[in-house]
């Protein structure tokens, strides 16, 4: 999954002086936190003798920690009422300022994030900005947030930290799993009757996005087609959530697939490391599973794959954007987060996903 580590980022500058300590604010989802990995571990072997501090949420604290460039995890959780949150923040500023770090890269780009950046009195600030807030970062080629919905999102991450002379490379980092990680996985697999080194086929039916949900269903007849005549074993996950998705595509089976129980996140990651193929949409355990080298067949919904495809990974993408006359241009559909219809990923079919899936399992 390396790139050639081409400095592919003509806004990179010249390493920076006296670096000894770098705050990094990436307290994001699931696939955006797995996606900023390579940028803050090319922060880490720029400067390699800094202290990296990473800012994070705290349900996916399990992301950064364990990872050999990055030496502590601060959370930051973003739920709560106005007092809770400000509190929060107050927290990280005052941990921020006793930290004094050199160097503050804004992964997040919010109003706070980018306010907080200011106010921990690094010498050096850079990341990701919205309109009319550059005034808190202090490095040039500032990159506008809105302007980065273009290209895959590592690439984007890559370039927000280039003006700190960070040359990041486009290819995803694993998660730190323990052999206490990968015990879990088998012992999670067998309750369900997979022996260890048997082929397993992983199927997310979950997304955060009602668009982005390919029918519950249709992941249960997946299942019939890819496990007949003594194929591989499937194995659906489980969101916290969004049990009844799982509960309806093991249903939809016929027998042919079994429910996995909610997993810690390291425990599914290091399963998604032995899954033959992964079966998902465009969603964090999209990212998650890529990082942990599992070929996917990515259901793509809303977005462009562009924006999510890695080409130095065995990915097939499904993807029928002519079937919603409403979307037009856009990297994404104008109705990402309001659309009921679901016309974009209901017109991939049962069959054409099998197809996908035995391409990928040919190929080992």
């Known amino acids: 999954m390396e790139s050639d ?13 006296d ?9 994001n989802l699931l696939g955006d936190s797995v996606c900023r990995l390579p940028a803050i571990g090319g922060a880490k072997e720029m400067y390699p003798d800094s202290r990296v501090l990473v800012v994070a949420d705290p349900r996916y604290g399990d992301v950064f920690e364990g990872q050999a460039f990055i030496d502590e995890v601060w959370p930051l959780s973003r739920r709560g009422g106005p007092l809770s949150q400000a509190w929060e923040w107050l927290s990280v500023i005052a941990r921020g300022r006793r930290a004094r770090p050199d160097l503050v890269l804004d ?15 690094a010498r050096f600030r850079a990341g990701l900005h919205e309109d009319g807030l550059s005034r808190w970062y202090n490095l040039g080629d500032l990159v506008d947030a809105p302007a980065l919905q273009r290209g895959h999102i590592i690439e984007r991450m890559n370039e927000a930290v280039a003006p700190a002379g960070i040359a990041a490379r486009f290819a995803y980092r694993p998660l730190a799993v323990a052999e206490g990680d990968r015990e879990a996985a088998r012992a999670a697999l067998d309750g369900l009757g997979i022996a260890e080194g048997a082929d397993v086929i992983v199927l997310n039916p979950a997304a955060r996005v009602e668009a982005k949900r390919w029918a519950a269903e249709r992941f249960g007849q997946l299942a ?25 595509a093991v249903s939809a089976s016929g027998g042919a697939a079994v429910a996995l129980p909610v997993l810690e996140l390291k425990t599914l990651a290091a399963l998604l490391a032995r899954a033959a193929v992964l079966v998902t949409g465009d969603t964090g355990i999209l990212h998650l599973g890529t990082a942990m080298g599992a070929a996917s067949v990515v259901l793509a919904g809303p977005t462009d794959p562009q924006l999510f495809a890695y080409p130095s990974g065995r990915q097939a993408v499904l993807f029928n954007r002519e079937a919603c006359p409403e979307w037009g241009e856009p990297e994404q559909c104008p109705r990402y987060n309001t659309c009921r219809d679901r016309r974009c990923i209901d017109a991939i079919a049962v069959e054409e996903a099998a197809e996908a899936a035995r391409g990928l399992l040919s190929e080992r």
């Open 5 to 17: 580590g081409e400095n592919r980022y003509p806004s990179v500058r010249v390493p920076l002086w």
């Open 19 to 27: 670096v000894h300590t770098i705050l990094i604010f990436a307290c």
């Open 107 to 121: 992964l997040y780009g919010s109003k706070r994030t980018a306010l907080v950046s200011r106010l921990t009195g």
């Open 224 to 248: 019939s087609a890819l496990s007949g005549s003594g194929g591989p074993r499937c194995a659906v996950i489980t969101a916290p959530g969004q049990e009844a998705c799982t509960d309806e």
